[in-house]
């Protein structure tokens, strides 16, 4: 945890300096941006805004994206396994709205100065994140009901906050997000229930998956509020509502009678009801497991990375023919015959 | 064996070929088109495989030889071209006959008349990217050759109606299906400055054998993969 401290006390005094400094350049635009964030009103690309916010929020909506489409591969190892016609219809659906997230993300970030290109190279280079939950293998076919229920609903609790997130694209970009993941999270849970109920085996393979699944889910909502790098600043900014801890005791609360219903165990006996605080406590979360896959060391970094990698290597000759046509043919569609090209237009 | 088998197969098992490229896409955008040609297929397949009996037992436990597809379908998805020739070749076929499906009063009508909107929209993408490609960089244009030649000798079997397949009694004209998929096929090939394949039209037994349950090697694995799950639990419900 000694690293995460040092991280978050070289964040902080960086971010403040780059805060005076902004201030100090533009005071009148900065009181401006203050009162704007205080009024809940939404920050939009052509506003000024310091540029740590800036940094803060390419950061974060590029770690998103990325998770998004990183998250397709565990999934997608099930497609052509799926055991029913109408479950492999669901999850081609599924996976094809991560692309659509990914899409509507990188979108976003690119109207704070940057774009799809560069933060797929940083992806691919190691030197953006995504999810760590997105390191864990997904090994039966329940994990692609663990993932719908527990990981969609990690990802919701989340992600319902950032729907008022101070950034309008992000913000705006969050309520199409949220509305397509609660319907993620509901066919998870359904399918989880239907194993549950189902023959002996598959209500073995239901608990097995909830089993390995439900710690790294309560990883999700990152270090413990004292070890939280961006927190402080991100809720200041109100690009975060509400802090890691906070999340997830909510979300605990939520899948313990969800758990119930559905006939299954969670892998923690420290898990009880505790009247005081109205809310459930439970167990000590394996931090240092947490810190490995961060690293680099889960169970799938360098799987997930390579074939995303590959995917892109492998693409090149495709997107480079593309744009070599599009500039041959500077209307952009192919077939088109090029005669209604307008002023401006031509230049692909 | 009825038509309906037959053709759900082809939509099913081009379904299952579309569903492995899933995070292997050149570039996002593929990700969503080829993940949303592959789900419009399997609709198709499950509405025509429910015609003939229960859509899970007719996709995970018939054998290898009980499959009606044309095994221009079941072919291996190779590079980004070789995907897109399979999708040009079959998406006009199959857009010229849905269309003749739905204009008349057969069983297949309502179907096709749904599916024919969906099928417009693959064609389309199947032939703005042999545009792409053919006319793209020298590396593109001469894999989209490749595809087009590698790929040519299984489309004779799309107009070769087996006896048997129900396929031969559907009303539709074959022999002007096939002059409409070829004149339709090369004015893209040739607007995509690449050539029309020259080759023999028959597959690895004869034109027609996949409608007969004769396919070729690759297909025994695919199934492998797709029913393995689904044997392991007989009975089982999902």
Redesign the interface.
């Known amino acids: 945890m000694a690293a995460v401290t040092a991280h978050q006390q070289k964040h902080a005094a960086a971010g403040m300096a780059d805060r005076a400094q902004d201030a100090a350049q533009d005071p009148v635009r900065a009181a401006a941006f203050d009162a704007a964030v205080a009024a809940d009103d939404r920050i939009e690309p052509r506003d000024w805004m310091p540029e740590a916010y800036r940094a803060s929020l390419v950061r974060q909506m590029a770690q998103h994206a990325h998770s998004e489409?990183i998250g397709?591969?565990p999934e997608?190892n099930w497609?052509?396994?799926?055991?029913?016609?109408?479950?492999?219809?669901i999850l081609?659906?599924k996976?094809?709205d991560e692309?659509?997230h990914?899409?509507y993300l990188?979108s976003a970030a690119e109207t704070l100065g940057t774009s799809?290109e560069e933060l797929l190279d940083k992806l691919h280079a190691g030197r953006q994140r995504y999810s760590s939950i997105f390191n864990y293998p997904t090994l039966t076919?329940a994990d692609v009901g663990a993932i719908g229920w527990l990981v969609d609903g990690a990802a919701i609790t989340n992600q319902v906050p950032l729907c008022r997130c101070s950034y309008g694209p992000y913000a705006r970009a969050m309520v199409r997000i949220c509305k397509e993941e609660s319907f993620h999270q509901r066919q998870g849970y359904e399918?989880l229930l239907?194993?549950s109920r189902?023959?002996p085996?598959?209500h073995e393979m239901a608990q097995d998956a909830v089993n390995r699944w439900w710690w790294p889910s309560l990883m999700m909502f990152g270090p413990p509020d004292e070890a939280s790098a961006h927190s402080e600043q991100s809720m200041a900014w109100k690009i975060k509502r509400h802090s890691n801890d906070e999340l997830r005791r909510r979300f605990v609360d939520i899948c313990v009678p969800q758990a119930e219903a559905l006939g299954l165990t969670l892998p923690d006996p420290d898990i009880r009801w505790n009247e005081e605080l109205g809310r459930h406590d439970f167990g000590d979360i394996d931090w240092t497991e947490f810190q490995e896959v961060l690293k680099g060391n889960g169970p799938c970094n360098e799987q997930r990375l390579a074939?995303r990698r590959?995917?892109?290597q492998?693409?090149?000759?495709?997107?480079?023919?593309?744009?070599?046509?599009a500039t041959?043919?500077a209307t952009g569609?192919?077939?088109s015959t090029g005669t209604t090209t307008q002023p401006g237009e031509a230049t692909a | 064996m009825t038509a309906a088998l037959a053709l759900g197969d082809d939509a099913l098992v081009l379904s299952h070929r579309l569903g492995e490229w899933a995070g292997h896409a050149p570039v996002l955008e593929e990700e969503v088109a080829l993940a949303n040609i592959a789900l419009d297929l399997l609709g198709q397949a499950r509405v025509l495989l429910s015609l003939v009996g229960d859509e899970d037992e007719l996709a995970y436990l018939r054998e290898e030889r009980a499959f009606r597809n044309v095994q221009l379908v079941e072919q291996p998805n190779g590079d980004f071209a070789h995907t897109i020739a399979r999708q040009l070749f079959f998406s006009v076929y199959q857009h010229l006959l849905y269309e003749r499906l739905a204009a008349g009063d057969g069983t297949f009508a309502d179907l096709a008349a749904k599916a024919v909107k969906e099928v417009a929209y693959h064609r389309d993408h199947a032939e703005q990217w042999t545009l792409r490609l053919g006319g793209g960089t020298a590396e593109s244009h001469e894999r989209m050759q490749r595809g087009l030649d590698a790929l040519w000798r299984f489309t004779g079997e799309l107009f070769q109606p087996v006896e048997g397949t129900g396929v031969e009694s559907i009303g539709v004209d074959w022999q002007a299906l096939r002059a409409e998929w070829l004149a339709a096929v090369t004015d893209v090939v040739e607007r995509a400055t690449l050539t029309v394949p020259t080759g023999r039209q028959s597959g690895a037994w004869q034109a027609g054998a996949g409608r007969q349950g004769l396919h070729t090697e690759s297909f025994g694995k695919m199934i492998a993969e797709m029913q393995h799950l689904h044997r392991s639990h007989p009975g089982a419900s999902w």
């Open positions: 489409i397709m591969q997608a497609i052509t396994r799926a055991p029913s016609l109408r479950r492999k219809a081609m659906a996976v094809q692309a659509g990914g899409l990188y799809r076919w399918l239907a194993l189902g023959t085996a598959q074939q590959t995917a892109h492998e693409g090149a000759w495709v997107r480079d023919a593309a744009a070599a046509y041959k043919h569609r192919p077939g």
